[in-house]
């Protein structure tokens, strides 16, 4: 899109944010178009108090994951398994066919992206009881990774998207949980047969979409060059 534009320059234009940040940006003006998945309820409140129209362009698909120290000897997790763990009802490894060792469930700070897609699709409206909180993805990773305890517990287990999941280095000890015994693979999303299959968006306002330019990426986007990309990125397309 930038071509001709140095990459010093290009960032007068592109910026990078928190998902929270992003929709502010979004809402006040300070940004015409933002990637990312759905808003949170405080999101959309925020947006309708400002009187703007948010527009959502659907232009890929990722997966939603549970990761977990591998050595805890748990591979597949259900989605009633999950809620149970958030909810209190299961608080150990071994009461999934793993080893004996006490969960400690993490969850993210509100309005993060990964916690909406949380407390949205996987909990559908249930109170998450007595996780940990942290404010990074990197902080979970490491949680998962340490089993002295120093990090937050024995027994972490987190949750991400395939896409970070997959761009991680140096994290071999992190098993990334199958969902009903179906792994978050790319072919899996595209079948639907994963369960926590999710679209991401570019996300306009009805003030940013009457730009000419705005309308142009959202439709190369959604054309055959800007799918072939977001594939080639390591996303699914539409």
């Excluded at 024995?154 to 997959?166: D, E, H, P, V, W």
């Excluded at 179906?182 to 047969?193: D, H, R």
Aim: proline share 3%.
């Amino acid at each position: 899109v930038y071509k001709d534009m140095s990459s010093g320059k290009s960032d007068d234009y592109i910026f990078f944010s928190k998902t929270s940040m992003a929709y502010k940006n979004l809402v006040t003006g300070k940004a015409d178009i933002i990637f990312a998945l759905e808003p949170s309820k405080h999101q959309m409140e925020m947006a309708e108090q400002a009187g703007v129209e948010l527009i959502f362009t659907p232009i890929g698909k990722e997966a939603f994951i549970f990761f977990a120290n591998k050595d805890y000897g748990v591979n597949s997790l259900t989605k009633e398994q999950i809620v149970d763990i958030y909810t209190g009802e299961i608080n150990n490894w071994s009461h999934l066919g793993g080893m004996d060792a006490e969960i400690y469930p993490m969850r993210r700070p509100e309005n993060s992206c990964s916690q909406t897609i949380m407390e949205n699709i996987v909990m559908g409206g249930k109170g998450i009881k007595g996780a940990v909180l942290y404010e990074t993805m990197y902080d979970i990773l490491e949680a998962a990774i340490d089993t002295s305890g120093k990090l937050g517990g024995q027994g972490t287990l987190g949750y991400s998207f395939r896409f970070f999941a997959n761009e991680m280095s140096g994290y071999n000890e992190v098993k990334i949980m199958d969902i009903e015994n179906v792994p978050p693979s790319k072919e899996n999303i595209a079948n639907g047969s994963y369960p926590f299959a999710v679209e991401f968006y570019a996300i306009t306002t009805n003030e940013s979409m009457e730009k000419e330019n705005v309308n142009k990426l959202i439709s190369w986007l959604a054309g055959e060059e800007g799918q072939t990309l977001i594939e080639a990125t390591g996303y699914n397309g539409m």
